[in-house]
DNA sequence: CCAACCGTATTACTCCTATAATACAGTTAT
DNA sequence: ATAACTGTATTATAGGAGTAATACGGTTGG
């Protein structure tokens, strides 16, 4: 059985997408194995004092991804494949590039700009200084 | 005069960011320098077909930033000295994509994947939320 | 069978963002 | 002085995102 019990108090975004990223963290840890049952909707939304609609959105995008099986009425368990590990870890980095990217657009930064400079500071390592204007 | 008739018609993200990304880019360009008078509010909306209060919105950035410079009631010009601009520049390039950078690399990206997924998502943008249905 | 679970769908509420409507106040040229 | 501009502040509206309330129908074990 997938635990939630160290699903963590704090953390950024809405719980859904906690709930999702806290899923995939298991998968790529290894934590939580091919066929592992998933906790139920009521019990995840019980556990974090949240409605079960926001665990249920936050199982439909894990079952998107492949990661969980759900029949109706039935229990839920986990997919766990080389595939869905490799999808997984892809994800992850696909979020990571996300957030990046939403930073970028949201200072302003034009697309081409953007790419030419990463490029150039990329095998710059002593680039991170840290000071604001 | 500061000139919006090369103001793209369509473009991504709310208005009001994208007359500041419109600015910037003149400034960087050089086709907007110092003590040039901006077009007001309402000239800037009547072009556009938007409230002035959005252009206004715009503006607040943009004299945050320290590019255009407002007394009420009087016009407002633009503030394009090698501070700005540098400024700007800082801003833009420096404190951002070196935050890219670290922040990729920190995640075990290939540089080359890294472009390629940040050019593929740049358009996106989308958080996460709804592929597949 | 049937009670107690399960997943799912529909609808509504709340909050936030982007934009608009309106009103107010300062500057400037005539 | 005053008309015609200017910037600015306040409030309202529309839409979307996140979450909740509720109800419905499927599965399963005793």
Known sequence: MVSFAAFPADGEGPIYL???RFV??????GTIVDGDEMPSRRVVSALLGVNPNTVQKAYRLLEDEGLIVSRSGAKSYASVTPETVEAVR????????SRVVSALRRSGMEKAAALEQISRLWDEDEQEGGEKS
Do not use: D
């Open 18 to 20: 906690r709930i999702v």
């Open 24 to 29: 995939r963290a298991g998968v790529a840890a």
């Open 90 to 97: 892809r994800k992850l980095q696909a979020e990571e590039v």
